[in-house]
């Protein structure tokens, strides 16, 4: 069987609410026009930010995948951080984003997307007995409440995206502002630690797998965790455009199937070994920084939930973005019940039985 590909692509952060609305109209159209030219597999591209997501994961056993490259081909693309999938989605290039709940408001928002629509779970955090993101400090350095940040400087990964919603939450409480009372600086999850290490900040988030590193566990303490700070989070969604679910709602369903027969296959315990070697492979790093934690139900020593239906929990979303208004970040609050398309997971589910 074909694997599918991956690549790396980044975009620049900054662009036009008026070219990405253009870009967002024009890929509309173009994806209805090559549809009806072509009776090839449709080309579906999806997103992820770090390995381990689902994108970086998907039909790496052979035979699971039975519609690959017959009705559909795929491709998992990699980016920085969820708020530069605005731009790409909105440019056409990606079929299916996996949208942290901050990008996916700014692309309804901001960037006049209201065609887009949920379509599937991708992950949660802070479900009972699962994991949840904890924000690290010096085990023994002299941060020991909120309070203490005020006048350092603290790392996120990208300005808007979840975890740093989260983070400014959990300031805003404390009455705490970026630029006013804190500094933040972006980085890569990768380069944090060493600089917690060599002081130029004092805090940064930890999201799997970096987390997980007994390393980081040696040398730093949890200040507080995301659900301390925003309870629950519908933390990523697969979000599709409208008219392209309309043009090839055939083979999406198709993709649907076979995307939800692979995590099924990868959330059985009894493939677990299977599942690390994967992970360890796409990921480059060793498998037993994948063997205690993935995949499983252990609280802050395990993962993120992901829904054996690949349903996402709306209700949790709807008040993610309501954090996300009261920062500042989106200027209104609307149901995102609205924007859910929910058929096509529910397809796969039937179908799968």
Do not use: C
Request: no cysteine.
């Amino acid at each position: 069987m074909k694997i599918a590909k991956q690549r790396d692509k980044r975009f620049s952060p900054t662009m036009t609410r008026r070219a990405l609305i253009a870009g967002a109209g024009a890929t509309g159209l173009s994806v209805a026009s090559i549809s009806r030219a072509s009776a090839a597999p449709v080309k579906i591209r999806l997103s992820y930010v770090v390995p381990g997501n689902w994108a970086s994961m998907l039909f790496q056993q052979p035979g699971l995948a039975r519609h690959l490259n017959k009705s559909y081909t795929f491709e998992a693309v990699r980016f920085q951080g969820t708020p530069q999938l605005i731009q790409a989605q909105a440019a056409g290039e990606l079929e299916i984003a996996a949208h942290a709940y901050s990008s996916l408001a700014l692309a309804i928002e901001n960037a006049g997307m209201h065609d887009l629509r949920i379509i599937a779970d991708e992950f949660q955090d802070g479900a009972p007995g699962y994991y949840t993101n904890e924000f690290f400090v010096a085990k023994d350095g002299p941060i020991k409440s909120v309070e203490d940040l005020k006048g350092k400087v603290i790392a996120t990964n990208v300005a808007g995206s979840a975890v740093d919603i989260a983070m400014r939450a959990m300031l805003k409480k404390h009455g705490l502002q970026d630029k006013r009372d804190v500094t933040i600086v972006e980085a890569p999850f990768p380069t944090m630690p060493a600089m917690l290490q060599d002081g130029k900040i004092v805090m940064f988030p930890g999201v799997t797998p970096f987390s997980q590193d007994p390393k980081i566990r040696e040398m730093t303490r949890t200040l507080f965790t995301q659900k301390d700070a925003i309870g629950r989070t519908q933390m990523v969604v697969w979000a599709a455009r409208e008219p392209f679910i309309k043009t090839h709602r055939e083979a999406l369903a198709d993709f649907m199937e076979d995307a939800l027969r692979d995590e099924r296959s990868y959330l059985d315990p009894k493939n677990h070994a299977e599942v690390v070697a994967i992970a360890a492979r796409i990921s480059k790093l060793p498998a037993a920084k994948w063997d205690s934690w993935f995949l499983k139900k252990d609280g802050e020593r395990g993962d993120y939930y992901h829904d054996h239906d690949g349903k996402p929990d709306l209700q949790a979303l709807q008040g993610n973005i309501m954090a996300q208004h009261e920062l500042g970040f989106i200027k209104s609050v609307f149901q995102i019940a609205r924007y859910a398309d929910l058929s096509l997971v529910e397809e796969a589910a039937k179908r799968l039985g």
